[in-house]
């Protein structure tokens, strides 16, 4: 069974993998070399059935299966995961694991092109993702904003995989940076590829939002062909469109200059709504060929994407740098040769608008070296944000047996991720009348590139005090990452001609990178660790992990992990863990640059993010960036009696020094000097500042109960399925003044603390049938991220109530392999209160709803499976 990144954290990963492998093999006729002398120890054999109920995660010795692990593990089957009613891959995880929760991101700067999802409450980064038991790389995407809870978080972006290229999806929900490595804090999620030695499947996929937009089309192809006698190669592709969606309301300050004779004010002059997603195509490989006791294994996977999302509406009678710099008093005039520009007042000495019949004729009568953008967009306008994503990833290596039972795996991978930004409808008000053709600015991108290579080895040795041979398992990884910052065209960064007369500088609402951003910025770790695990008795297990990983940008870190089981009976369980982890911080993180606009002090201003290098000495917690530390421990219960399996875990996770972007800054005139003489003439003009710092604790504590029953209900095969997360987090610690009181609000209370499902699924003969019914616990927003608490101190605050939602698909599968599925994504279009704040920016619903604000979604499948 193929793998992709590899990763040093998975070394003794690729060992339960090369095990789970051999049962996929006798399943699939597809043999996985073996010593022939030396067959699989007893307890080894009974636990490794098929690889749609066993999971790699969790021990590094041996596969286990839900059931029979020391940790709780959820094991999702591809074609129950493919079938799913969303087409992303984060959405189905939503659906199907309680703990993950993942929001539609309407206008979140680069959060729109890569959504970034929380696993147990915890940011995208404290979550780590394997393909076929490798590690994953990252997403170029940092993001932004984040609605605090995953503000400057930079995670891997895993909606590239097509879900008919998954086998299925295992979610170990505990601490595990002592087997796996930095970023296994709240747990690990691994995707399996499918190997496929023959057939295939075609499919295609329609759906639609009740309210008559979002159109999505998907078109998916599966082959699976032999590569020699004792080989598989599967082939996946997928391509999809989806139209955008709109839940606007027209804007009080937009309806205000309408009101007032401004000519072509848009109705609604801002979109919230489902970003416009084109040319979004994955391919996935997945190869390996076996020998007699060998295997070699080679997969990865292509994939782009292009998404355009919304942005903030420009008001022509007050927005900043472009049409006034006096709060909309005044008219914002430049003059082109140095000469004088008459004033033209836009409000009354009363603070209320003039009407455009009066102003409009004063601008029409300005003398050919005055300009002011009222002339050309005197109903304002609103930008759009977009993205061109690229992604690519190989894997591969060689693994097998040697001399009296060692297990060895030796691998290398690559992986690369690159987001080219682009701005449509805006400008570079700096350069007055000189602008690109339909407004559109390539402001540059980010890169994201990793190497790994990992050697892991593993036996099962005879002991005097187990009942079954020690299972241990040691290997050693090297990784290096690298982000890169790439510059934007001219007119994105372009210094123009007005600047000195207060136009703002560079693509309005999101400049282009300048040369003094530009560059790549890397780091290389190494790791070893070694796992052991002990049967001491049939009924008790103790399993105990350490790790030492050494980086060169902030030394190194050693961390640990006991895992204990005890089996009453037949049926009845106590599991444990305990153990500490890391994050370390991204090259990324460290040295990204970038400039957005977000809603502060009750209005629109541009805001830059820097280097807290580049910052250190101006600012109060501008430092190097360090790793943040947890601690991890849970205690659970399994009940399986065959037809019944229960498992209820509680978890709690501390974790010090979190890294988060600092509230904002204001830029004095003596900081923006210092700023220019340490080589940023780019940031003349910048006004408020923040950065990424370690500065906040916290605790986050939980309960997740997972049931399933099977049984023959209604003529058919019937599975009742119970999952409920409770989840906690509490701020512990943070430093008033760079950590707000909003950010600690929202880390609190932005998630429901109750989320959970309760699903049947009918099979008979050709039939099936799907229903779930969701609940999502009140949720807390802080809309627009006012970050600001207290409505009277200009905070927008959103109490939404708990909800619940249905899923329901009937379908037909046939002999010949065609098959037929309808069904409805929140049946009965259940959508957020209204937005009490929607007349300040136009968003109809709350815009971080865990449910979505769209409504419901119908669809239809037809696949044909040769």
Same mark, same amino acid.
């Given at each position: 069974?193929?793998?992709?990144?590899?990763r040093?954290?998975?070394?003794?990963?690729?060992?339960?993998?090369?095990?789970?492998? *051999?049962?996929?093999?006798?399943?699939?006729?597809?043999?996985?070399?073996?010593?022939?002398?030396?067959?699989?120890?007893?307890?080894?054999?009974?636990?490794?059935?098929?690889?749609?109920?066993?999971?790699?995660?969790?021990?590094?010795? #041996?596969?286990?299966?839900?059931?029979?692990?020391?940790?709780?593990?959820?094991?999702?089957?591809?074609?129950?995961?493919?079938?799913?009613?969303?087409?992303?891959?984060?959405? #189905?995880?939503?659906?199907?694991?309680?703990?993950?929760?993942?929001?539609?991101?309407?206008?979140?700067?680069?959060?729109?092109?890569?959504?970034?999802?929380?696993?147990?409450?915890?940011?995208?980064? @404290?979550?780590?993702?394997?393909?076929?038991g490798?590690?994953r790389?990252?997403?170029?995407?940092?993001?932004?904003?984040?609605?605090?809870?995953?503000?400057?978080?930079?995670?891997?972006?895993?909606?590239?995989?097509?879900?008919?290229?998954?086998?299925?999806?295992?979610?170990?929900?505990?601490? &595990?940076?002592?087997?796996?490595?930095?970023?296994?804090?709240?747990?690990?999620?691994?995707?399996?590829?499918?190997?496929?030695?023959?057939?295939?499947?075609?499919?295609?996929?329609?759906?639609?939002?009740?309210?008559?937009?979002?159109?999505?089309?998907?078109?998916?192809a599966?082959?699976?062909?032999?590569?020699?006698?004792?080989?598989?190669a599967t082939?996946?592709?997928?391509?999809?469109k989806?139209?955008a969606? *709109?839940?606007?309301?027209?804007?009080?300050?937009?309806?205000a200059?309408?009101?007032?004779?401004?000519?072509?004010?848009?109705?609604?002059?801002?979109? =919230?709504?489902?970003?416009?997603?084109n040319?979004?195509?994955?391919?996935?490989?997945?190869?390996?060929?076996?020998?007699?006791?060998?295997?070699?294994?080679?997969?990865?996977?292509?994939?782009?994407?292009?998404?355009?999302?919304?942005?903030? /509406?420009?008001?022509?009678?007050?927005?900043?740098?472009?049409?006034?710099?006096?709060?909309?008093?005044?008219?914002?005039?430049?003059?082109?040769?140095?000469?004088a520009?008459?004033?033209?007042?836009?409000?009354?000495?009363?603070?209320?608008?003039?009407?455009?019949?009066?102003?409009?004729?004063?601008?029409?009568?300005?003398?050919?070296?005055?300009?002011?953008?009222?002339?050309?967009?005197?109903?304002?306008?609103?930008?759009?944000?977009?993205?061109?994503? #690229?992604?690519?990833? +190989?894997?591969?290596?060689?693994?097998?047996?040697?001399?009296?039972?060692?297990?060895?795996?030796?691998?290398? *991978?690559?992986?690369?991720?690159?987001?080219?930004?682009?701005?449509?409808?805006?400008?570079?008000?700096?350069?007055?009348? +000189?602008?690109?053709?339909?407004g559109?600015?390539?402001?540059?991108g980010?890169?994201?590139t990793?190497?790994?290579?990992?050697?892991?080895?593993?036996?099962?040795?005879?002991?005097?005090?187990?009942v079954?041979?020690?299972?241990?398992?040691?290997?050693?990884? =090297?990784?290096?990452?690298?982000?890169?910052?790439?510059?934007?065209?001219?007119?994105?960064?372009?210094?123009g001609?007005?600047?000195?007369?207060?136009?703002?500088?560079?693509? @309005?609402?999101?400049?282009?990178?300048?040369?003094?951003?530009?560059?790549?910025?890397n780091?290389d770790? =190494?790791?070893?660790?070694?796992?052991?695990?002990?049967?001491?008795?049939n009924?008790?297990?103790?399993?105990?992990?350490?790790?030492?990983?050494?980086?060169?940008?902030?030394?190194?870190?050693?961390?640990?992990?006991?895992?204990?089981?005890?089996?009453?009976?037949?049926?009845?369980?106590?599991?444990?863990?305990?153990?500490?982890?890391?994050?370390?911080?991204?090259?990324?993180q460290?040295?990204?640059?970038?400039?957005?606009? &977000?809603f502060?002090?009750?209005?629109?201003?541009?805001?830059a993010?820097?280097?807290?290098?580049?910052l250190?000495?101006?600012?109060?917690?501008?430092?190097?960036?360090?790793?943040?530390?947890?601690?991890?421990?849970?205690?659970?219960?399994?009940?399986n009696?065959?037809?019944?399996?229960?498992?209820?875990?509680?978890?709690?996770?501390?974790?010090?020094?979190?890294?988060?972007r600092?509230?904002?800054?204001?830029?004095?005139?003596?900081?923006?000097?210092?700023?220019?003489a340490?080589?940023?003439?780019?940031?003349?003009?910048?006004?408020?500042?923040?950065?990424?710092?370690?500065?906040?604790?916290?605790?986050?504590?939980?309960?997740?109960?997972?049931?399933?029953?099977?049984?023959?209900?209604?003529?058919?095969?019937?599975?009742?399925?119970?999952?409920?997360?409770?989840?906690?987090?509490e701020?512990?610690?943070?430093t008033?003044?760079?950590?707000?009181?909003?950010?600690?609000?929202?880390?609190?209370?932005s998630?429901?603390?109750?989320?959970?499902?309760? *699903?049947?699924?009918?099979?008979?003969?050709?039939?099936?049938?799907?229903?779930?019914?969701?609940?999502?616990?009140?949720?807390?927003?802080?809309?627009?991220?006012?970050?600001?608490?207290?409505?009277?101190?200009?905070?927008?605050?959103? /109490?939404g109530?708990?909800?619940?939602t249905?899923?329901?698909?009937?379908?037909?599968?046939? &002999?010949?392999?065609? /098959?037929?599925?309808?069904?409805?994504?929140n049946?009965?279009?259940?959508?957020?209160?209204?937005?009490?704040?929607?007349?300040?920016?136009?968003?109809?619903?709350?815009?971080? &709803?865990?449910?979505?604000?769209?409504?419901?979604?119908?669809?239809?499948?037809?696949?044909?499976k040769?």
């Amino acid at each position: 069974m193929p793998t992709p990144s590899a990763r040093f954290t998975r070394s003794a990963l690729s060992l339960g993998l090369m095990l789970a492998l *051999s049962t996929l093999a006798q399943a699939q006729d597809a043999p996985v070399p073996q010593e022939p002398a030396a067959p699989p120890p007893a307890s080894q054999a009974d636990e490794t059935t098929t690889l749609d109920v066993v999971s790699v995660l969790g021990s590094r010795t #041996k596969p286990r299966t839900e059931a029979s692990s020391s940790v709780p593990i959820d094991i999702l089957g591809g074609e129950e995961f493919h079938n799913q009613p969303s087409v992303d891959v984060l959405d #189905k995880m939503r659906t199907l694991v309680p703990s993950f929760n993942v929001s539609t991101i309407p206008i979140d700067d680069a959060a729109t092109l890569i959504r970034p999802a929380n696993l147990r409450g915890l940011p995208p980064d @404290n979550t780590l993702v394997l393909v076929n038991g490798k590690r994953r790389h990252r997403a170029a995407v940092i993001t932004f904003l984040g609605h605090g809870l995953s503000d400057g978080s930079q995670g891997p972006d895993i909606s590239v995989f097509p879900s008919l290229a998954l086998e299925q999806v295992e979610v170990l929900r505990d601490g &595990a940076a002592a087997q796996y490595g930095s970023d296994a804090i709240a747990g690990v999620i691994n995707f399996g590829l499918k190997r496929l030695e023959e057939g295939g499947t075609v499919e295609a996929f329609a759906g639609q939002q009740y309210e008559g937009d979002g159109f999505t089309r998907q078109a998916s192809a599966q082959l699976g062909m032999p590569l020699t006698s004792d080989g598989f190669a599967t082939f996946t592709f997928e391509s999809r469109k989806a139209d955008a969606t *709109s839940r606007s309301v027209q804007r009080d300050d937009a309806a205000a200059v309408a009101a007032a004779g401004y000519p072509d004010v848009q109705d609604p002059a801002q979109i =919230w709504g489902s970003p416009e997603v084109n040319e979004d195509l994955k391919f996935v490989y997945n190869l390996g060929i076996s020998g007699e006791n060998v295997e070699t294994y080679l997969f990865g996977n292509l994939a782009r994407r292009e998404v355009t999302g919304g942005f903030y /509406y420009r008001n022509p009678t007050n927005r900043g740098g472009v049409y006034s710099n006096d709060g909309g008093q005044s008219l914002l005039v430049g003059s082109l040769d140095g000469g004088a520009c008459p004033t033209i007042a836009l409000r009354d000495a009363d603070g209320n608008l003039i009407p455009y019949s009066v102003v409009g004729p004063q601008v029409d009568a300005l003398p050919a070296n005055c300009f002011t953008f009222l002339s050309q967009l005197p109903g304002g306008f609103t930008p759009s944000f977009g993205g061109l994503m #690229k992604d690519a990833s +190989v894997v591969a290596g060689v693994k097998g047996m040697w001399g009296d039972g060692w297990h060895w795996d030796l691998s290398g *991978s690559w992986g690369r991720n690159q987001i080219d930004f682009f701005m449509l409808n805006t400008v570079n008000a700096s350069t007055g009348p +000189v602008q690109p053709d339909g407004g559109r600015f390539e402001p540059g991108g980010n890169v994201q590139t990793e190497t790994n290579f990992n050697f892991d080895v593993g036996k099962d040795v005879e002991t005097g005090f187990t009942v079954a041979p020690l299972a241990l398992a040691m290997g050693a990884e =090297w990784r290096e990452e690298k982000f890169e910052i790439e510059g934007g065209d001219t007119p994105s960064t372009a210094i123009g001609p007005l600047t000195e007369q207060g136009f703002s500088i560079g693509s @309005n609402g999101f400049p282009g990178f300048a040369p003094g951003t530009v560059g790549t910025f890397n780091r290389d770790n =190494w790791a070893v660790y070694v796992d052991a695990e002990a049967q001491f008795t049939n009924a008790f297990r103790l399993a105990a992990a350490v790790r030492h990983e050494d980086f060169s940008d902030f030394g190194g870190t050693t961390n640990w992990k006991l895992t204990g089981r005890y089996d009453f009976t037949d049926s009845f369980a106590l599991r444990g863990a305990v153990s500490t982890g890391f994050r370390a911080p991204t090259p990324g993180q460290a040295n990204v640059s970038q400039v957005t606009t &977000a809603f502060i002090d009750g209005e629109l201003r541009d805001t830059a993010t820097l280097p807290p290098a580049l910052l250190e000495g101006l600012f109060p917690g501008a430092e190097p960036l360090q790793p943040e530390e947890s601690k991890n421990a849970s205690l659970g219960l399994v009940f399986n009696s065959g037809d019944w399996l229960v498992t209820a875990d509680a978890y709690r996770i501390e974790v010090q020094d979190r890294i988060a972007r600092s509230t904002d800054f204001d830029v004095t005139q003596a900081q923006r000097d210092e700023l220019i003489a340490r080589g940023r003439p780019d940031l003349a003009s910048l006004s408020r500042v923040g950065f990424f710092v370690n500065d906040f604790d916290t605790t986050t504590t939980g309960v997740d109960l997972v049931t399933t029953w099977t049984t023959e209900h209604f003529g058919g095969d019937t599975t009742y399925s119970l999952a409920a997360n409770w989840n906690e987090t509490e701020v512990d610690d943070f430093t008033p003044g760079i950590i707000s009181e909003a950010r600690i609000k929202k880390l609190e209370e932005s998630l429901p603390s109750t989320k959970g499902y309760f *699903s049947i699924n009918h099979q008979r003969e050709v039939f099936q049938a799907n229903l779930r019914v969701n609940y999502y616990g009140s949720f807390y927003e802080d809309h627009l991220d006012s970050d600001v608490v207290a409505i009277e101190d200009g905070g927008l605050p959103i /109490y939404g109530d708990s909800a619940v939602t249905v899923d329901a698909e009937v379908g037909w599968r046939f &002999a010949s392999g065609l /098959y037929f599925n309808v069904g409805a994504q929140n049946l009965f279009d259940k959508v957020p209160e209204d937005n009490p704040w929607g007349g300040v920016a136009g968003a109809q619903y709350p815009v971080h &709803a865990p449910y979505g604000f769209n409504g419901g979604f119908y669809y239809a499948r037809v696949g044909y499976k040769f």
